[in-house]
T-cell receptor, first 114, second 114 residues
Framework: EAQVTQNPRYLITVTGKKLTVTCSQN?????MSWYRQDPGLGLRQIYY???????DKGDVPEGYKVSRKEKRNFPLILESPSPNQTSLYFC?????????????FGPGTRLTVL | AQSVAQPEDQVNVAEGNPLTVKCTYS??????LFWYVQYPNRGLQFLLK??????LVKGSYGFEAEFNKSQTSFHLKKPSALVSDSALYFC????????????FGPGTRLSVLP
């Protein structure tokens, strides 16, 4: 089954404790992206990757890091989480760089930073 | 900057009645527009998209959307609502003059009442 998977689905942590949210897709997609969803704001892009070893900032990159060492994986790293990073996070992928291609989303990771 | 607006936070409709979820856009160049649906505790699912061609786009689960260039709108419609259509709906898109920028609206919560 074609899918985007994320782990963990739920995470409660404390300020300053480094964490990683994993994302993997099995569709051989070149493009992957991370979003955060906050009430009333919709989804805002954090980082995206056009291909292996190619990443770029989205609209809200502060406090986040990403890496793309393999085509299928695109982990999101919070080196020193803060309470304002409490949010619902989605990973997405699409075939290539064309923004008119459909994005496919993971199930989401609900993060709480205390 | 590009933007997508959904003027209604909440739409309530009786089962069996037609539904409309509104979306307006402001983009640079020719627009490409998407509708996604989010069910509770799930990721976003693709419903339909407009890239070019017919202004009336048909999608999944009996939904359709009408692209109106003069009104810069892309409203989502369904002739007969089901209780199972209750969910959070996101309009999203961009313009072909703006590279990778792809923005989401804030979302509209649809409640279909039995």
């Amino acid at each position: 089954e074609a899918q985007v998977t994320q782990n963990p689905r739920y995470l409660i942590t404390v300020t300053g404790k480094k964490l990683t949210v994993t994302c993997s897709q099995n569709m051989n997609h070149e493009y992957m992206s991370w979003y955060r969803q906050d009430p009333g704001l919709g989804l805002r892009q954090i980082y995206y990757s056009m291909n292996v070893e190619v990443t770029d900032k989205g609209d809200v990159p502060e406090g986040y890091k990403v890496s793309r060492k393999e085509k299928r994986n695109f982990p999101l790293i919070l080196e020193s989480p803060s309470p304002n990073q409490t949010s619902l996070y989605f990973c997405a992928s699409r075939k290539g760089p064309d923004s008119t291609d459909t994005q496919y989303f993971g199930p989401g990771t609900r993060l709480t930073v205390l | 900057a590009q933007s997508v607006a959904q003027p209604e936070d909440q739409v309530n409709v009786a089962e069996g009645n037609p539904l409309t979820v509104k979306c307006t856009y402001s983009v640079s160049g020719n627009p490409y527009l998407f509708w996604y649906v989010q069910y509770p505790n799930r990721g976003l699912q693709f419903l339909l998209k407009y890239i070019t061609g017919d202004n009336l786009v048909k999608g999944s689960y009996g939904f359709e959307a009408e692209f109106n260039k003069s009104q810069t709108s892309f409203h989502l419609k369904k002739p007969s609502a089901l209780v199972s259509d209750s969910a959070l709906y996101f309009c999203a898109g961009g313009g072909d003059n703006y590279g990778q920028n792809f923005v989401f609206g804030p979302g509209t919560r649809l409640s279909v009442l039995p």
